[in-house]
């Protein structure tokens, strides 16, 4: 005659059943953690690094989290700027993307007015034209900046965004 199930034992098969599912959670928990150890992973989340002269003015904060040794062709990281930091004039051979994600701030290519950029804006900044970014006068801002096809070449880092120059966004 088969056994039948009584609330008691209900209980006690649920309990060991727990009991055996937290007992094996380290050892998934330990599984999952060598499957991340063979991917390139990074976190976007992180602060990074506070980056000061060089080719920024005022206090800049970049987190790569794509590198050129990642096999990629590419390089990406999170750079925040605090209210009127900014970058040196700068292009890329192979253009640059930003993707604002925080506040707002300054955009401009040479010859062209400042624009203003904000939190979801994409800007795309054609190949080999010298452009500058940072926070504006009274926000931060930060993007995840995107440097495509390494292969044309590296980024070319030119003088310093003069005071007046960034000014011009007040105007």
């Not at 008691?8 to 150890?37: C, E, G, H, R, Y």
């Not at 980056?51 to 794509?66: E, P």
Request: charged share 15%; aromatic share 8%.
């Amino acid at each position: 005659m088969p056994a039948q199930i009584t609330d008691m034992n209900l209980k006690q098969t649920i309990f060991s059943i727990s009991v055996f599912i937290l007992l094996l959670m380290p050892a998934f928990q330990a599984a999952a953690q060598t499957d991340n150890d063979d991917y390139n992973v990074s976190n976007i989340q992180l602060k990074g690094n506070n980056i000061t002269g060089g080719n920024f003015t005022g206090s800049v904060w970049v987190n790569m989290i794509v590198m050129p040794d990642d096999s990629l062709n590419t390089v990406a990281g999170k750079v925040m700027f605090e209210p009127k930091a900014r970058s040196n004039w700068h292009s890329h051979a192979g253009g640059q993307i930003l993707i604002v994600t925080e506040g707002v701030g300054y955009y401009q290519e040479e010859g062209k007015p400042i624009r203003i950029i904000r939190e979801g804006d994409v800007v795309k900044a054609p190949a080999n034209v010298q452009h500058w970014h940072g926070g504006s006068h009274g926000l931060p801002m930060t993007h995840t900046a995107i440097v495509p096809d390494l292969d044309e070449g590296r980024t070319t880092w030119a003088g310093p965004v003069t005071d007046q120059e960034y000014d011009q966004a007040l105007e």
